[in-house]
């Protein structure tokens, strides 16, 4: 019935893996094919939005990170107040954003209660 693997976890789990492995661009292309309205659970939604953003972050778009970042927050805000993991990479897109991105960035790690 594709309820607990079905295609879109798999999606999932390839992003997770081509991230680790150090591949940012396969982890955004497996992202963009992930349908988030069909994962009927929010964490794994949050889960693969940190996984995507990060990317984006390796990826040295600090705006795009930034925004999934944020998309995760709002999809799933339960999943993303609570995990160090958010701090984490709210304080590295801080730390390394350019000017026009760090505004947005440090009052959203301040939101979240995170000191850079």
């Known amino acids: 019935m594709w309820t607990a693997f079905g295609?879109?976890?798999v999606l999932c789990h390839r992003v997770n893996i081509a991230l680790r492995l150090g591949d940012a661009g396969t982890a955004i292309e497996n992202a963009?094919?992930?349908d988030?309205?069909?994962?009927?659970?929010?964490?794994?939604?949050?889960?693969v939005l940190l996984d995507t953003?990060?990317?984006?972050?390796?990826?040295?778009k600090h705006d795009r990170a930034l925004y999934v970042l944020?998309?995760?927050g709002d999809i799933a805000p339960e999943e993303i107040t609570g995990r160090?993991?958010?701090?984490?990479?709210?304080?590295?897109?801080?730390a390394t954003a350019p000017i026009s991105v760090?505004?947005?960035?440090?009052e959203y790690a301040e939101a979240l209660g995170a000191s850079a």
């Open 53 to 60: 953003s990060r990317a984006f972050l390796a990826w040295g």
């Open 32 to 34: 963009r094919e992930i």
């Open 84 to 94: 160090p993991a958010t701090l984490r990479l709210v304080c590295d897109i801080l």
């Open 7 to 9: 295609p879109n976890n």
């Open 70 to 72: 944020r998309a995760a």
């Open 36 to 47: 988030l309205n069909a994962l009927p659970i929010n964490e794994p939604k949050a889960t």
């Open 102 to 106: 760090r505004r947005e960035a440090r």
